[in-house]
């Protein structure tokens, strides 16, 4: 994958689990020197006996804790040019029955995190000459699903945040941009699809006529976090099967 561009390339991936761990699996193969952050320590390790990483247990949910994981990614790596936002939650329930905390809880870590962690990406790449970020979104940005409402509204919302970011850095070459998966087999939509009928509802919706993988959506974000992308910023891509065609 040499052409990528991405060899001794200093990658930040935020999230070690499902589509995060897919992506740090990629930058390792692409020759990107690696770190990844995730709350869950398993997951690190699980991570960490895969691929040369440096590892970060970190609670994406502070400010402050956002601050610091950047910060020690960038220290141990000796800068940062790439940083990949791979953290997420959802909870399917109806706009009315949707408590206080659970709005909180997931705007909170799809929304504000990749506030908190682009800012400190952006000073730190701004002042280095450049630098590529990717941002998970969803195709729930787009479409109005229901029981989604804090979920749709957080990804919808960092679908704008990211094109402001990408407006503001563009001339200090940064690149900012999401992948937007549509239905995809991880362990955020595991428990989902195994209720009775609801792959076989779910794959249906999908002109493709199946539901993605972690795999299909490494591609997309490797292409824009390399050098090859240098001139693509401000884009939320679908990587969807089609789902958002119909």
């Known amino acids: 994958m040499g052409w990528l561009g ?79 936002h791979a953290v997420g939650m959802n909870d399917r329930r109806p706009v009315v029955d949707t408590p206080d905390e659970v709005w909180e809880q997931i705007v909170t870590l799809n929304l504000s995190s990749a506030f908190w962690t682009g800012r400190a990406a952006g000073r730190l790449m701004r002042a280095g000459g450049g630098g590529s970020m990717v941002f998970f979104s969803s195709v729930s940005s787009r479409l109005a699903h229901r029981h989604h409402a804090p979920y749709a509204a957080s990804k919808g919302g960092l679908d704008q945040l990211v094109k402001v970011m990408a407006r503001e850095w563009a001339a200090d070459g940064v690149t900012v941009n999401a992948v937007a998966p549509g239905y995809t087999e991880t362990e955020l939509t595991r428990e989902y699809l195994a209720k009775p009928g609801m792959r076989e509802e779910m794959t249906a919706l999908v002109p493709a006529g199946r539901l993605g993988t972690p795999e299909d959506i490494v591609g997309s974000v490797l292409f824009l976090a390399s050098v090859r992308a240098s001139f693509v910023t401000g884009q939320v891509l679908y990587v969807d099967g089609g789902r958002t065609l119909v």
């Open 6 to 84: 991405l060899e001794g390339r200093r990658a930040l991936v935020l999230g070690a689990g499902g589509l995060g761990a897919a992506c740090a699996r990629g930058l390792a193969d692409a020759g990107a020197a690696l770190a990844v952050a995730d709350a869950d320590e398993g997951r690190l390790k699980e991570l960490r006996s895969m691929v040369e990483a440096r590892v970060f247990p970190a609670d994406l949910t502070t400010s402050q804790a956002c601050e610091e994981v950047v910060e020690a990614a960038a220290g141990e790596l000796g800068g940062l040019d790439v940083l990949v």
